[in-house]
């Protein structure tokens, strides 16, 4: 089988997309409320005559049936995330959305979901166009919510496989800051392991001028930060990958009142459950030994959710793999070591137990070390050969389950 | 001159201002927006006949003229703080109010200034019903924004002393977490100098488990909280009294991104102009060396506002010691050392090189260590003799100015 | 009573004690190591017809009677410290030691414990050639082991005041960084609380490559001296002056082994007992805390000696003050707030409920802000003036008690 | 070729290696003073009747010519550690030795290289008794001062390949906490790149009490070990095995003394050239950083020693794993990632651009988690297994170049 008789798209096709990609691009929405996003995903497999239905809330699952063959199913992620756009592009983000907690925040496409989207829709386009050469039935997933770990699961709790016919495997991808036309899949492990915890940190609030009359919770969460990056340097083999990141901090409204209490949030990374149970225990332990230090009380330690350890089926992996080559090169396909990025995608298949295949695809045309990755502000992939690439990643993977021999 | 010599207040007036008090310290606004705390004292000077003109935005002046004698000012402040009553009192704060930078948060009369208020309007109102014994004319000020340092000055450059006339001596008092009852005044310096710093501490956004790609300003910021300590700790002289307190830090928005930026708040405390320099040239030393550790530019470190050294007037305060003395019972009255508390209360008679005298009554019928003090969520005064010694504290300093001799 | 009532000293006489003082500052020896100035001050002694005894290990009491009237007691401690010399003087020493635990050190009289010795001695010399003019029994102390507070006690137990005549009053005096020619006597609190202890970190040894095999005492004692700075900065008022000092920190033998302990010492300074034992209380409080931290044992704690609170007796206090502004001139004598040095001094009287009264004399010709203080390498007090003031001082304080008046 | 074919020792050649081991595990020296072990070697090679000469100090060259065939080197690690063990084995050392700097410590064979000199010694016994079935020449290298990446050098600098026959190959073994019987080899990078760095921080002495009038070195250095372990857990990716070890801390003399100095040493470990780089520039500017942040002149960084990357050839490195797998098993050899240990084996071969394998064979019957690891006092293999194990090692991947085929 050969990238020749892959489904292609016509430039007309392909100017289309790029336009729905800076559409998209504009108008970011923060996980579980992308209903705009919804609404257009629907709108465009209207137009393309696929049979969709909602699910999880903000999510779309279309089906499109063609005759005999496997059933495959492909997700494509939706939310933006609460990142202020600084990647000086024309069609930036000026988005703003409301979180959970009620901020209200600047919005951004800031981890490149968009060009998933397009990139499934673009592989759409050219499967309806096309219908001759390919036989079988595909499951197109747009799933809400994967920044929070939500959507995923509320898509399986809402009964997407209820609804949807049950598929051989379940493939998916995401963009990166290699260079646009490779690909990158991992043996095994794909993607971390990843928990994220709230902490609260209970002092007793004073006047800033008589730190003796209270608890500073701030020079506690402070030391509570410093010392868990021990955990890492000190703990951990050096050759053991995990990550413990404290990503907010908030504490106090005035600086001449010693505050009652700080806030924080952890988020880790592991490679396997038992580096991640180490990494969840150690927290407790530090932090508890840092409210001693400050003679406070412990503080109070809440899950906020966690993504599952996402691994790639060893035999579809391989297929996926095929397809890859021989549709983007041999040398543009490399076979990695897992990610340290985290994925609610492997709840899809664990759930009703298919194997399932996650792979990364280049976003960038001249990626320069140092160069903006996933989550910066200025993470703005160049679409035209990214969503190229994309869209064939996402055609080659489907054809070897789906596409009719030579 | 003796305690009988007084004016009084009957049991109806007390009750009266019991009342007033409830309604001030259910209605607490935040500095510089005390419009309704200003319209009622306003109604309030109305209701005893006393001329007053608005000055400084939400300040009020009412000027008491009684015939022959002294001119002397007397100073209340009325503004509340940005903090969650926790009292449990019936009459316990529900405000709300808004920021200068747009938060939304909850308002408390938490540092007593209410108290200042009553005892004043107190004051006034014994005067103006006992117009026989005493003679002169009384300045009373009523300051908004002294939790951040902003009335004063915008009272003095409002034109204050233009439009009042000018007082021999400017008086001034606090309540504080002692005996109700109780007097404590310094000899010399009466509250430090304060100073608030804002400091920015930018990073490089990434994704949280991707360190590797950003520069962690929450981890350099938590450096800086800890290294701040030592400035207390090593560099200053044991019997030194400095407070270097970070009452903020906010950073962050997920939990799974690196933020770009942090942004913390520094408030100090000294009882020298020298001590000040040495505290704010070591704040800035050690985070610019805190930068150079975490590999990222130096924090921009702005002043949000000083306060000054509020020095009592030696002569002056001899006067007044000896009618709080004469009125509250010698062994009530104590002359103690300097408080870390700061005032702007300063400016009013540095501004016109007119001696003034500041000290602290008492809000609590049984204070224990390690009960809420100025500023904490729980500090509630016992209005009953917190409001009479108050209101007889005003009374006694001013007449050693303005009352007849025996 | 006038200056020109106190006894003097030949130009010859003050020759010989200047090369005494040089011979003394060339000879330092550690605490409770003192025999070679034991031997010399006995010779001193017996040069001057005074009979001695020792006590107390490498202590020597002389008693001089001259007739009737009141004993009093005079005490110049005697030891050097492990720190080496570099003040540049001719007669700089270079003396080594031995420690209890065997490490060969340098030695210095870094605290200028030779100028006590000499004033003493030279106070002595003078009453014995002028007996006229005074009566009564002086105790003439030198005391060992000062510095490790060993000392005093010492010479108690081995039965002081059983062998020597009660005293009405102990008086002691020490030399200081201020001006030569001034002294400073506090008015009750003398001289701080202070405490030292051990610490003992056990983590586990492991290769300097393989962290995750052991548990780092090091990055646990260094987390445990940083979180030490936050007693001083955070839990103590401001205007409660105090001290947590690390004075040493030793751990490991080679670069690339991890050790398994770590040992440093904590050195505390407190004006009261009350702030002493919450200094203790939180050490242990926050050494435990910080073991919990890295997840080891929790360290021990051991005292290695204490000084007790040395507070001047106020009517003993005033008649030193009476004599030292006699004979220096009133403004060269200044009565000033405690010092945060300590001294077992304070045993002697308490030990018989005798009153003591000690201060300090100044030993610099010009001294300069950022100069050398006393346990500095380069403390070496200008020998001319800081002698005459020292014996001077102890004439004067003396005289009071056996000076026959005018 | 399978393991029959190797020679073998008979029980009474086995029990005398032993022998030799308990004598040295029992006289350990440290690096660079191994002039017992150096005598003990040549007494057996004399016994063996192999050449020998004396290279680099204190190291041994073992020359056994046998006929025609391949020259090979094999090299043998003599050094101890400067560790006070605590195996409880019966021949626990009690040796002692002295360090360069003077400090008397105890030395113990912590790093098993006692094990290494016997297996060489074992094989070199087996391949005498047996000369019909192998050609070639070993050369056989004791190499001293392996803990201080001194003796290879020091061997090169003396002229080893001047004076030895060039191999074509040089092989090398060590010791693992892993199971006796089992051997890892990595393809490819085999060891870290170490570097050694000893920082001195200099400060200001005084008085404990007086904190003010010094700079406090030790909260210095401690600030920094604490700011170093972001090195690994912020900087570096978390895929990137790296470690950053401080394995000594020494300041200060008595607790009542903030001392001059601090000195502590830093031992760094990568798997790349780059990542080195950027560990010892992210040390550099922590440490300037930290003395800005102490108000302190920036410390001295010094190098002590630097270890090289070690890397397996990958054609001779499939040649001995046929030769280990032959021998032990297939089950028990393995082939694994890089070790973050480090070795100046890799000077030898890279000095004269030959070929160089280096593998890891296990030293316990029964290893458990968290059991004693190299470098730990408590590290005592089983001599019986290990020594057999590690024999053989040597013997099969010698025979892969100079045993007679089958």
């Not at 430039?11 to 409320?33: C, V, W």
């Not at 412990?298 to 996926?320: C, M, Q, S, T």
Request: aromatic share 6%; with cysteine; net charge negative.
């Amino acid at each position: 089988m050969t990238v020749s008789h892959l489904p292609e798209l016509s430039a007309h096709e392909t100017e289309s997309l790029h336009d729905l990609y800076r559409h998209l691009h504009r108008n970011p929405e923060l996980s579980m409320q992308e209903h705009a996003t919804q609404e257009r995903i629907e709108a465009e497999l209207d137009a393309l005559g696929i049979e969709h239905f909602r699910c999880g809330g903000t999510g779309v699952v279309g089906i499109l049936e063609n005759g005999e063959g496997p059933v495959v199913a492909f997700r494509a992620d939706t939310d933006g995330l609460p990142i202020e756009e600084r990647s000086g592009r024309e069609y930036a983000s000026e988005a703003r959305g409301t979180l959970p907690d009620g901020r209200e925040v600047p919005v951004m496409h800031g981890c490149g979901h968009d060009t998933h989207v397009v990139a499934l829709l673009g592989a759409l386009r050219a499967l309806v166009y096309d219908t001759e050469r390919w036989g079988g039935t595909l499951v197109a997933i747009f799933q809400p919510g994967e920044e929070t770990a939500a959507g995923a699961r509320a898509m399986v709790e809402d009964g997407l496989w209820d609804r949807a016919p049950r598929p051989e495997v379940v493939l998916g991808q995401h963009v990166s800051p290699a260079r646009a036309g490779t690909v990158a899949l991992a043996a095994g492990v794909a993607t971390a392991i990843a928990d994220s915890l709230r902490v609260t940190v209970r002092g007793r609030q004073t006047h800033g001028s008589q730190p003796q009359d209270g608890k500073d919770p701030i020079v506690a969460a402070a030391s509570m930060v410093t010392s868990l990056q021990t955990i890492v340097s000190r703990e951990l083999a050096p050759q053991e990958a995990a990550v413990v990141t404290v990503g907010t901090f908030h504490a106090g409204i005035k600086e001449n009142i010693i505050p009652e209490e700080a806030e924080f949030t952890v988020n880790t990374r592991a490679l396997s459950q038992e580096t991640r149970d180490r990494l969840i225990g150690s927290i407790h332990r530090i932090l508890r030994g840092e409210a001693m230090v400050a003679g406070i009380e412990e503080p109070v330690i809440e899950k906020i959710y966690d993504f599952p350890l996402n691994v790639n089926d060893e035999r579809a992996g391989e297929r996926v793999l095929a397809g890859l080559r021989s549709a983007l090169g041999e040398e543009e396909v490399s076979v990695g070591p897992p990610m340290m990025g985290s994925e609610d995608f492997g709840w899809l298949g664990a759930s009703i137990e298919v194997p399932s295949v996650f792979w990364w695809f280049g976003g960038f045309d001249s990626p320069e070390p140092g160069g903006p990755v996933n989550h910066s502000p200025r993470f703005a992939p160049d679409p035209e050969t990214t969503l190229r690439a994309g869209t064939t990643a996402a055609l080659a993977s489907l054809w070897q389950w789906i596409g009719h021999e030579g």
